[in-house]
């Protein structure tokens, strides 16, 4: 595709119950990361995949995170029995190689926890 | 810890100002250095990088001023207008690893008419 995309764009959801948030990267992008964007906060570095395997898990805040990324493309991020304070923008971005730059990022996912 | 330390949180400056956006960063690793820009609702874009071989880079009106030896960076913003009006991130990222970038808290601009 043209750009990074993301879905759902906003996600309301329980305490407690499971979410999956998508990422479809930029079509020839072999890196894709998770980032999360709390309120007024900078970007926290969650996961990082060259291909379909995750060198990079350092940034999951908790067990209840996981991802997967399958086919070299698509990619989902899980979080198992929601909380509060996981409610956040849940940003993707791809990039060509490993050049650790001209990172693209898609629009987000809104995740609101009540 | 944080990595990259930018200021100030926010800014207001009037039409035709030049706001000026601090980062300082602690890992002498770090060997690539952008600047993200984002408007409320979308996800920050690349505004401009540079590499930290050259002490200046300019493109348009934004220019960046990097000085190695006090591990700091800026970004300029000539004859800023409205639509500059954004929330803008430092990042720094290193070749080895993951390439991940490791982002300032941010900045909100706000230029007045």
């Known amino acids: 595709g043209a750009g990074v995309s993301q879905s759902p764009s906003n996600k309301v959801t329980e305490k407690g119950k499971d979410v999956e948030l998508r990422c479809d990267p930029i079509?020839?992008?072999?890196?894709l990361y998770w980032y999360r964007q709390s309120l007024g906060q900078g970007l926290e570095f969650l996961i990082y995949?060259?291909?379909?395997?995750?060198?990079?898990k350092s940034g999951l805040p908790s067990d209840r995170f996981s991802a997967e990324r399958t086919g070299g493309s698509v990619s989902t991020l899980t979080i198992q029995r929601t909380q509060q304070e996981d409610s956040a923008v849940y940003l993707c971005?791809?990039?060509?190689?490993?050049?650790?730059?001209?990172?693209?990022f898609g629009e987000g996912s809104w995740l609101t926890v009540v | 810890q944080q990595q990259v330390k930018q200021s100030p949180q926010s800014l207001i400056v009037q039409k035709g100002g030049i706001p000026i956006i601090n980062c300082a960063y602690e890992?002498?690793?770090?060997?690539?250095f952008p600047w993200y820009q984002q408007f409320p609702g979308k996800g920050p874009a690349l505004l401009i990088a540079?590499?930290?071989?050259?002490s200046e880079k300019k493109e348009g009106r934004f220019t960046i001023s990097f000085n190695k030896s006090a591990k700091q960076f800026s970004l300029h913003i000539m004859d800023s207008q409205p639509g500059d009006s954004a929330t803008y991130f430092c990042?720094?990222?290193?070749?080895?690893?993951?390439?991940?970038?490791?982002f300032g808290k941010g900045t909100k601009l706000s230029v007045i008419p």
């Open positions: 971005a791809s990039s060509r190689i490993l050049s650790g730059n001209t990172i693209y």
């Open positions: 079509s020839g992008h072999t890196a």
């Open positions: 995949f060259q291909g379909n395997s995750a060198p990079d």
């Open positions: 890992n002498t690793a770090f060997d690539y």
């Open positions: 540079i590499r930290p071989d050259v």
């Open positions: 990042a720094a990222s290193q070749k080895a690893g993951s390439y991940q970038l490791t």
